[in-house]
Nanobody, 124 residues
Framework: QVQLVESGGGLVQAGGSLRLSCAAS????????MGWFRQAPGKEREFVAT????????YYADFVKGRFTISRDNAKNTVYLQMNSLKPEDTAVYYC?????????????????WGQGTQVTVSS
């Protein structure tokens, strides 16, 4: 069983930056595909970014391209989401997810494990 713990959320002004971290338990982290999703109040959960097991392949939602960067450190069992040029509409709970298949994946239903989420609030 993989456990995921997100951290790094908080309150930031528009135009600011945050780096989210997701620490994973277990010895098989390096074989998992990883993703970040978010859910704003009253809205459905949506895909943000994903990375394959080696870090060689990444995909982003159109609304974060050029602003967010996903990366991973398999030696530390951690995946990151660097968020720059934040906008008020980025306000949401951000979730980390892991999938047994190591490829990057945009669909939430393809993920096997989820973290508890971390709140990101961007003020205008």
């Amino acid at each position: 069983q993989v456990q995921l713990v997100e951290s790094g959320g908080g309150l930031v002004q528009a135009g600011g930056s945050l780096r989210l971290s997701c620490a994973a338990s277990g010895r098989t982290f390096s074989t998992y595909g990883m993703g970040w999703f978010r859910q704003a109040p009253g809205k459905e959960r949506e895909f943000v970014a994903t990375i394959n097991w080696s870090g060689s392949s990444t995909y982003y939602a159109d609304f974060v391209k050029g602003r967010f960067t996903i990366s991973r450190d398999n030696a530390k069992n951690t995946v990151y989401l660097q968020m720059n040029s934040l906008k008020p509409e980025d306000t949401a709970v951000y979730y980390c997810a892991a999938r047994i298949w190591g490829e990057a994946e945009r669909m939430a239903d393809e993920y096997d494990h989820w973290g508890q989420g971390t709140q990101v609030t961007v003020s205008s």
